[in-house]
């Protein structure tokens, strides 16, 4: 029997009857602490819910990795290794280099060299490119619910793919450092780097029509 909790509101609806957590002020404390909940294992392993189907009591499973932990398989889980495409997968590890986002120093990154280092006794990848991490203009976390950043679409529609790839490609994202994204930058880029290539291109090929040059004469 299992049931997925979502929230703490919810965490403690399904141990009203045990009450080891209560509610005050708007805050949910565990009965044996008096202290705020934290669900992490040292303290959500006492918790006892009841099925709402069955009525059972119900304890947390003790042994749990983390839901991304299998995602450090990747490089052979990918190619079915070793039940099938032995070759394929030897010809392409380790990888000449992942690229990922910073935060992924304790994630991807980490679970590929654990599982590599204990499956072939060798890391997985040769090099690291990481990317720093883009952020509201306000140096928050963009979020749907936020709206804190502008919509994409419109973005492209307004200013052009090219100058919000350039933007980012010459921007501190690139060295691993955090990118406070403003559409002011992206119309920057168009301003002194597009509009000056496109003007060069208008009044070379104004003037080389003129005196019909062809570079392929």
């Given amino acids: 029997m299992q ?3 979502s929230s703490i509101a919810e965490l403690y609806e399904l141990n009203k009857e045990f009450g080891d957590i ?12 008096n202290e705020l909940v934290d ?6 392993d006492k918790i006892r819910l009841k099925d709402p189907q069955s009525g059972k009591t119900l304890t947390r499973v003790t042994e749990v990795l983390d839901c991304w932990f299998e995602s450090g398989s990747m490089p052979y889980a990918q190619k079915h290794f070793p039940f099938g495409e032995k070759d394929r997968f030897t010809n392409t590890f380790p990888a000449d280099f992942i690229a990922e986002g910073l935060d992924q120093t304790r994630g991807w990154f980490y679970t ?7 499956l072939f006794d060798k890391p997985p990848f040769h090099h690291v490119l990481v990317n720093g991490l883009i952020l509201a203009e306000d140096g928050k976390k ?13 973005l492209l529609s307004k200013h052009g793919a090219d100058a919000l790839r350039f933007y980012i490609l010459s921007s501190p994202a690139t060295r691993a450092e955090d990118l406070r994204f403003s559409e002011q930058g992206v119309e920057e880029v168009v301003k ?7 003007n060069t291109y208008s009044f070379f ?6 005196d019909g040059w062809s570079p392929r004469k």
Avoid: R
């Fill in 3 to 5: 049931v997925c909790v």
């Fill in 22 to 33: 209560y509610l005050k002020d708007g805050q949910y404390y565990y009965t044996f602490t």
């Fill in 39 to 44: 669900i992490h294992k040292h303290f959500v």
């Fill in 112 to 118: 590929l060299m654990v599982l590599s280092t204990a």
């Fill in 142 to 154: 963009m979020s749907k619910s936020l709206k804190n950043y502008p919509d994409p679409e419109l």
């Fill in 192 to 198: 002194s780097v597009l509009l000056p290539i496109w």
């Fill in 205 to 210: 090929t104004t003037y080389a029509n003129i």
